[in-house]
């Protein structure tokens, strides 16, 4: 996120980046203390989760067979973790269409303020709320059986591809929440677009199950991608770099995209 | 109350508009107003729904960029110098624009490090503001659950925290109760009694008499007058004899009983069957006139009198229509909720 800062006039160019870092961590704090202050936000991206896992784990998991010799709880946490980290970008486009609404960004607007640091700020909060319920995930999953099995540095690699993952449908998020501007339409399409993303993929079933005109679907969209890399790096004995390389080039395409749009929308929001 | 800014302002006003216009598509909300507003002085900018009112203020604060014409703000052009707008003014909007979440306090505190202030600058600032707006007791609740009128005093506060030169008032107290708007006119009173600059936007035209020194009426996009409160007032012609018939059927018989009296046509409203009728400096023999020509008709009236002209009348007189009138051909883009009239106007 480049500093395009508010201030034209004295202060230095010095002086209006340490401003746009600043007012970057004055709006990601702001944005934490609400989600802490909101229990319906905590249920929304912690305790969902973990029933998700659970109802995958004990209820469907038993009827799904995957290839290999692969535990089902294996296969199954890398997919979790990138639907949770999906998920909690619903948060974002809500956020953003309410302060929308409510005035709260054409106060800032109006502020000496890093013009940056409202969407910098929403990015950086969204993001270290998704890697909190990442690693909640991730614990749940070992209490349930799930483990690590390629050793500690692909495992991180697995949870900072996932947060990046999350930052990317963020900025997707970000961008429909300033675009649409109004919180009920946003609550109603948020999560339509990302249910079929997320279940149409290999996150919770092996895509060999499906039909074939499914499968032509789920093996070629980026969340599979994404997921297979993760599966690869938690589980090791995967092919992992055409995945790999698939989800980069896919994540940054998202970004050169989104990332605009956002700051465009947000310049012309109100 | 405010330090002088550094930029060219000197001796102009601190508020200049020539000529400016803004479209929206086949709307056009601002169709070349000017406005002058010299420091220290409140300007109340009057109109209905839809006048352009809000598409003014979102110009002068840096929200929106005018199609043509020219905006300046402490002497500093909005379009080509927003940055040193922004460091001088505050704006406090139609609806409270706080984090609901947060308390008072940390609304504020936030406010205040977002204009650069240090951690106990922000924070004395913050109980310095609460004290003033009367927020002490409820400071460390969250804002969800202020009264209406809480919300919008904390609003108001958190306009005020950069300490600016001037201050841009859009309806502030559309939506509130009527004891909660007398509170917030107090307030704004001992705000511009410290100095402050303000533009003041309203749709009640007795907030305008109330609070502002100089007060401009646009409608539809259009400055169509401006003067002091009395000298708008003036503009009616005089004082006002005003009666309502209960029974709607004898209106238009009330209104050829009292012809031959006024010095205009009189204005019915059908719905409420109040009648009006500028009487110039005839006064009281005006009003005995009027009664003798009621009582011959036979025609029955309550709340018979004589009285001074209220700027809903200048509004008449000036645009044919009333204050209240919706607009709906220039509302603003992006169907933002405008919050209702409230109780205080026409009712009693």
């Given amino acids: 996120m480049t500093a395009v800062a508010a201030q034209g006039g004295a202060p230095g160019s010095l002086a209006r980046a340490r401003w746009a870092v600043t007012d970057t961590l004055t709006i990601t704090r702001r944005n934490l203390l609400v989600w802490m202050r909101v229990p319906a936000y905590i249920v929304f991206t912690v305790i969902q989760p973990v029933m998700f896992v659970l109802l995958f784990r004990y209820v469907f998991g038993g009827a799904i067979k995957v290839p290999g010799r692969i535990p089902y709880v294996d296969f199954l946490m890398p997919g979790i973790i990138a639907q949770t980290a999906a998920f909690a970008t619903f948060g ?5 269409a309410q ?3 409510k005035g709260v960004i054409d106060r800032l607007k109006s502020m000496p303020m890093a013009r940056s640091a409202v969407l910098a700020g929403r990015l950086v909060a969204d993001t270290g709320r998704m890697l909190v319920t990442i690693l909640i995930v991730v614990g749940v999953g070992y209490a349930v059986g799930f483990r690590f099995r390629n050793g500690a540095v692909p495992a991180v690699g697995m949870v900072v591809l996932a947060t990046v993952f999350g930052l990317a449908i963020c900025c997707i998020s970000a961008y429909t929440g300033l675009a649409i501007g109004d919180e009920e339409s946003v609550q109603a399409f948020g999560l339509i677009w990302l249910f079929p993303v997320t279940f149409l993929s290999s996150a919770f079933v092996p895509i060999s199950t499906m039909p074939g005109w499914l499968q032509a679907f789920a093996n070629n969209q980026p969340v599979t991608f994404v997921i297979d890399t993760m599966r690869a790096l938690a589980l090791g004995h995967l092919p992992i770099e055409a995945n790999l390389l698939k989800s980069v080039a896919c994540l940054a395409a998202v970004f050169i995209v989104f990332l605009p749009l956002a700051v465009r929308a947000y310049r012309r929001a109100g | 109350m405010s330090p002088s800014s550094s930029g060219p302002a000197g001796a102009g006003p601190a508020i200049l508009v020539q000529g400016l216009t803004k479209s929206f598509g086949d709307v056009h909300a601002l169709r070349g107003i000017d406005l002058s507003v010299p420091r220290g002085t409140v300007l109340g900018v009057l109109g209905p729904n839809g006048a352009g009112k809000t598409t003014a203020v979102r110009i002068l604060t840096t929200l929106l960029r005018p199609d043509g014409g020219r905006a300046e703000v402490e002497g500093h052009d909005v379009v080509r110098e927003p940055a040193a707008v922004r460091r001088s003014i505050g704006l406090s909007g139609q609806s409270a624009a706080i984090q609901e979440e947060l308390t008072g306090r940390e609304n504020l505190e936030i406010i205040g ?8 600058t922000a924070r004395s600032r913050a109980a310095d503001l609460l004290k003033q707006f009367d927020l002490v007791d409820a400071a460390d609740r969250p804002a969800k659950n202020f009264s209406g ?3 919008r005093r904390l609003d108001l506060a958190a306009s005020l925290v950069g300490q600016p030169q001037v201050l841009f008032l859009d309806e502030p107290t559309t939506g509130l109760d009527p004891r909660s708007r007398l509170g917030m006119w107090d307030i704004i009173r001992s705000l511009v009694a410290a100095g402050t600059t303000t533009l003041l936007t309203t749709q009640y035209l007795d907030e305008a008499d109330e609070l502002a020194d100089e007060i401009v009426v646009i409608d539809r996009g259009l400055v169509i007058a401006s003067g002091t409160a009395e000298e708008l007032k003036g503009r009616v012609g005089g004082d006002v004899v005003e009666f309502t018939v209960p029974d709607r059927r004898r209106v238009a018989d009330a209104v050829a009983a009292i012809a031959q009296v ?4 009189p204005h019915v409203d059908t719905e409420t069957g109040v009648v ?3 009487v110039g400096g005839g006064g009281s023999d005006a009003l005995i006139q009027a009664v003798r020509g009621l009582d011959g008709a036979g025609v029955e009236t309550r709340g018979l009198a ?3 002209p209220s700027l809903d009348d200048v509004f008449l007189a000036l645009t044919g229509h009333a204050a209240e ?3 709906p051909q220039s509302r603003r883009r992006g169907g933002r909720r405008k919050a209702r009239n409230d109780t205080a106007k026409g009712e009693s």
């Fill in chain 2, 262 to 265: 006024g010095n205009g046509e």
């Fill in chain 1, 99 to 101: 302060e929308l609404k």
């Fill in chain 2, 113 to 120: 490090r977002l204009y650069h202030l240090s951690w106990p």
């Fill in chain 1, 92 to 96: 974002t486009a809500i956020a953003l």
């Fill in chain 2, 276 to 278: 009006s009728l500028g």
């Fill in chain 2, 306 to 308: 004589l009285r001074r």
């Fill in chain 2, 149 to 151: 009128g809480m919300q």
């Fill in chain 2, 325 to 327: 009138d919706e607009e």
